[in-house]
């Protein structure tokens, strides 16, 4: 499939040493500049059990803040970063075709957390490039979250939402 996007690259797998959960196993840092805007991008790709990556960008300029998901850039190139990310994932599916992925579109300030802006356009994306007839996709409008999950995953394990439901609202509050 061929799409514009930024030219990426594998920084560094960070393993997860918590003794809360086994259900966050390891996070995967890739990043990329901007060609128009020559900024550098932070993706961030948790891997969690049963094969579910939870995806998230940043701009690395924002990696210090407690809001780096949240703060819009003013850069006006949301689709190639998008793309970009999107490329990564449709790597990973490639390389694993039990991979089911899944995010958040983070509220912007003042912005309620149900049905965001970045969700809406996020799972619009994502249908576009991850297609019906190869995945199955559930969105959770009220937390702006959406998971694909492969079709032939979801056949064998028709409860695998509920069961990622339930991991994550474990780990995170967020999700309660």
Known sequence: MNFYHYSYHFVQKFEEY???TEFLLYKLLYSFVSTKSHQCYWVWVEVYEHDF????FHLKAHRHSPNKY???TGLNEAR???NTCIAIMLEIASRNPLASFGFIGSNNEGEEICNTKRFRIYRTMMATYFRKETFEQFSNISKSSHVMIPRT?????PDIVNVLNEKFRDLYPYFD
């Open 70 to 72: 949240q703060l819009l």
């Open 153 to 157: 995953v979801f056949a064998k394990n």
């Open 80 to 82: 190639p970063v998008i």
């Open 18 to 20: 918590s003794n809360s």
């Open 53 to 56: 990556y939870a995806v998230k």
